[in-house]
């Protein structure tokens, strides 16, 4: 299994991101998909998952609403998209997924929101 994000960056605050992150080794249509982040000096913490067909999203913080997951199967790519970057959102973004029992995770991509 590999996972490998890109589409991280500096970014001023209000402004916006998109995260992918690229998957093999494994039946990308048959797995759900989540992105983590882990800010400077915290835990890691869930963010967004999104079932293996795309019909279903759930949100850590669904009363935010700045961020939206999506999955293009035919391109083994799951997506990230943020808007209005708050400097609390400062962070390493993980794509991971668990498969056979297993949970794997992708090398991260840094986020910094600063003006």
């Known amino acids: 299994v590999r996972l490998v994000e890109s589409g991280g960056g500096l970014v001023q605050p209000g402004g916006s991101l998109r995260l992918s992150c690229a998957a093999s080794?494994?039946?990308?249509?048959?797995?759900?998909m989540s992105w983590y982040r882990q800010a400077p000096g915290k835990e890691r913490e869930l963010v967004a998952t999104?079932?293996?067909?795309?019909?279903?999203?759930n949100y850590a913080d669904p009363k935010k609403g700045r961020f939206t997951i999506s999955r293009d199967n035919a391109k083994n790519t799951v997506y990230l998209q943020m808007n209005n970057l708050k400097p609390e959102d400062t962070a390493v973004y993980y794509c991971?997924?668990?498969?056979?029992?297993?949970?794997?995770w992708g090398q991260g991509t840094q986020v910094p929101v600063s003006s």
């Open positions: 991971h997924v668990r498969s056979s029992w297993v949970h794997y």
């Open positions: 080794g494994f039946t990308f249509s048959r797995h759900d």
């Open positions: 999104i079932t293996f067909n795309g019909g279903n999203t």
